[in-house]
């Protein structure tokens, strides 16, 4: 079986991506791995919702998601972030295809807490056999949306959504592309991260806001079947690697 690289980018990230992003997604690709892309688009949900003039909240990371957010969350991110990621993609030469959770039942999902957070699910089903085979020939670009079994979206983090998918796909490595060099303490990148450490930070207020979903998601996907995770800002540097000592 070929190995698998998953790579989440931000949306502040998918904004400005280096040219060395593509090209280690090509190197990947050359060497016979498959990639498969989760992007998010944060920033860009709550620009258009201040257009329209919806509430923007947030709970701890979560985006809180009334149908009308959740209308604009499918738009922007299957509307605007999507084509553009793939779109660039596919400039560099590279086969690429845009998926969503609707396709062929790709990510099933129920939800968290519809009374606090509206319509934001977790996944819960994936399919993983369609997936991989449309990942054979192209690099898969996917959304972080779910439906219900009774067919609702739902919108999902999209760190906590790469982590789970990174896991049922048993990924060789799971990256988490975003707009800091990694994990940061008092400036400089920390180079590795044991659980104990990132408890501390969090207890220390050095780890806050944006970075504690993708803490989270780190250590779950080294839980779960995930050989190697990274956060960093450039595909070409670890940043930091996340160490998972089993107790
Ligand atoms: N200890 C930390 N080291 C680095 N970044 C941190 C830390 N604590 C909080 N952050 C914040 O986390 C942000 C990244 O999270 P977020 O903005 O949600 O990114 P993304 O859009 O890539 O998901 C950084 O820009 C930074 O402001
Ligand atoms: C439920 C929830 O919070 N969903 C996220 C999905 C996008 C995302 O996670 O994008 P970033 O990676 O750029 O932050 C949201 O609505 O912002």
Redesign the pocket.
């Known amino acids: 079986m070929k190995k698998i690289i998953v790579v989440?980018?931000?949306?502040?990230?998918s904004n400005k991506l280096p040219s060395t992003f593509f090209k280690q997604i090509q190197t990947w690709w050359h060497e016979g791995k498959q990639v498969l892309i989760i992007h998010?688009g944060?920033?860009q949900i709550s620009k258009w919702s201040d257009k329209l003039h919806l509430d923007v909240e947030k709970i701890n990371?979560v985006r809180v998601t009334d149908p009308e957010t959740l209308d604009v969350t499918k738009a922007v991110l299957l509307g605007l972030v999507q084509p553009k990621l793939c779109q660039s993609i596919a400039d560099f030469g590279l086969p690429v295809i845009g998926l969503n959770a609707s396709d062929n039942h790709l990510l099933e999902g129920k939800y968290l807490n519809q009374s606090e957070y509206g319509e934001v699910g977790k996944i819960t089903k994936i399919n993983i056999a369609w997936l991989l085979q449309e990942m054979q020939n192209k690099i898969g670009v996917l959304a972080p949306l779910a439906q219900t079994q009774t067919g609702n979206w739902l919108n999902v983090n999209?760190?906590t959504a790469a982590a789970t998918i990174a896991s049922q796909l048993n990924a060789e490595s799971l990256v988490?592309?975003?707009?800091?060099p990694?994990?940061?303490?008092s400036g400089e990148v920390?180079p590795e991260l044991t659980e104990t450490f990132a408890d501390e930070?969090f207890q220390q207020h050095?780890?806050?806001?944006?970075?504690?979903?993708?803490i989270k998601a780190s250590f779950s996907a080294l839980k779960n079947g995930v050989h190697q995770t990274f956060i960093t800002n450039d595909l070409g540097r670890p940043g930091t690697q996340f160490q998972y000592v089993e107790k």
């Open positions: 989440k980018i931000g949306g502040n990230a998010g944060g920033p990371g999209a760190d988490l592309l975003t707009d800091v990694g994990v940061l303490k920390v930070l050095i780890i806050k806001s944006g970075m504690m979903p993708k």
